[in-house]
């Protein structure tokens, strides 16, 4: 079984927005987090979602899920304090799903609306294959390795690095197990589940996903998420898109 395992539980203070979460914003007459559920709704290869969301915005969750005709969210349950919590939650909620079965799960922000169909599928094979997938993207621009003094260490070589976005996808007993023992150690505060996987000794493979797929974090963020979706709407009507 292949799990989308979403988290939704931010407040989105940075997006300054006094009226929803980030993931509630709408964009051309959806908010995000459905903008984010459609992809993995619609695809082939998945056969169930989980969400990790806002405890009091669950019932409008369902209201959207019903709206917007997406049938695939199996459960959903309250958000964590922390990313990583949210996640855990989130990981709680496939293991019941899937009862058992040896199952993937591609772990992914629910306001990173902006991946492709072919990303989720890249990530399955991946982690078929390897055990893991990491979606990344090439780096454009200079990465600096700073000191706490703010003086620089190093300037790796841009072909050495990669800028990890979304989905970060395991078999669910392995990242679930992962969580587990963090809980256990009182390891609380890690990043993301690429983190905490390659911490507790994990080999982690790559994908190349579009350089689009950004995080809607702040103000320029949901301006560029925009921008984009009006240029693939622009590349439909005039045939640019297959």
């Given at each position: 079984m292949?799990?989308?395992?979403?988290?939704?539980?931010?407040v989105?203070?940075?997006m300054?927005?006094?009226?929803?979460?980030?993931?509630?914003?709408?964009?051309?007459?959806?908010p995000?987090?459905?903008h984010?559920?459609?992809?993995?709704d619609?695809?082939?290869?998945?056969?169930?979602?989980?969400?990790a969301?806002?405890e009091?915005?669950?019932p409008?969750?369902?209201?959207?899920?019903?709206?917007f005709?997406?049938?695939k969210?199996?459960?959903?349950v309250?958000?964590?304090s922390?990313?990583?919590?949210?996640?855990?939650?989130?990981?709680?909620a496939?293991?019941?799903?899937?009862g058992?079965?040896k199952?993937?799960?591609?772990?992914?922000?629910?306001?990173?609306p902006?991946?492709?169909a072919k990303?989720?599928?890249?990530?399955?094979?991946s982690?078929?294959?390897?055990?893991?997938?990491?979606?990344?993207?090439?780096?454009k621009?200079?990465?600096?390795?700073?000191s706490?003094?703010n003086?620089?260490?190093?300037?790796?070589?841009r072909?050495d690095t990669?800028?990890?976005r979304?989905?970060?996808?395991?078999?669910?007993?392995?990242?679930?197990?992962?969580?587990?023992?963090a809980?256990?150690?009182?390891?609380?505060?890690?990043?993301?589940?690429?983190?905490?996987?390659?911490y507790?000794g994990?080999?982690?493979?790559?994908?190349?996903?579009?350089q689009?797929?950004?995080?809607?974090?702040?103000?320029?963020?949901?301006?560029?998420?925009?921008?984009?979706l009006?240029?693939?709407e622009?590349?439909?009507?005039?045939?640019?898109?297959?």
């Amino acid at each position: 079984m292949n799990i989308g395992v979403i988290f939704a539980g931010g407040v989105g203070k940075r997006m300054n927005s006094r009226v929803k979460p980030k993931q509630f914003l709408n964009v051309y007459g959806k908010p995000i987090i459905i903008h984010t559920l459609e992809l993995f709704d619609n695809h082939e290869e998945i056969d169930a979602i989980v969400v990790a969301c806002l405890e009091d915005w669950i019932p409008y969750l369902r209201e959207l899920l019903e709206k917007f005709n997406i049938k695939k969210v199996k459960k959903i349950v309250p958000g964590g304090s922390s990313g990583q919590e949210s996640i855990y939650h989130g990981l709680q909620a496939a293991e019941e799903v899937a009862g058992g079965e040896k199952s993937i799960v591609l772990i992914h922000d629910g306001v990173r609306p902006l991946i492709h169909a072919k990303t989720i599928s890249d990530n399955i094979a991946s982690v078929k294959e390897h055990g893991s997938a990491i979606t990344s993207v090439t780096v454009k621009e200079t990465v600096l390795v700073v000191s706490k003094d703010n003086s620089i260490d190093s300037v790796p070589k841009r072909e050495d690095t990669r800028l990890a976005r979304a989905p970060q996808s395991f078999y669910l007993d392995e990242i679930i197990g992962a969580h587990r023992k963090a809980i256990a150690e009182n390891k609380l505060d890690f990043i993301d589940s690429c983190s905490m996987m390659q911490y507790y000794g994990k080999k982690l493979y790559l994908i190349e996903g579009p350089q689009e797929n950004i995080k809607i974090t702040t103000p320029d963020d949901f301006y560029t998420m925009r921008a984009l979706l009006d240029a693939k709407e622009e590349a439909q009507i005039y045939g640019l898109e297959e």
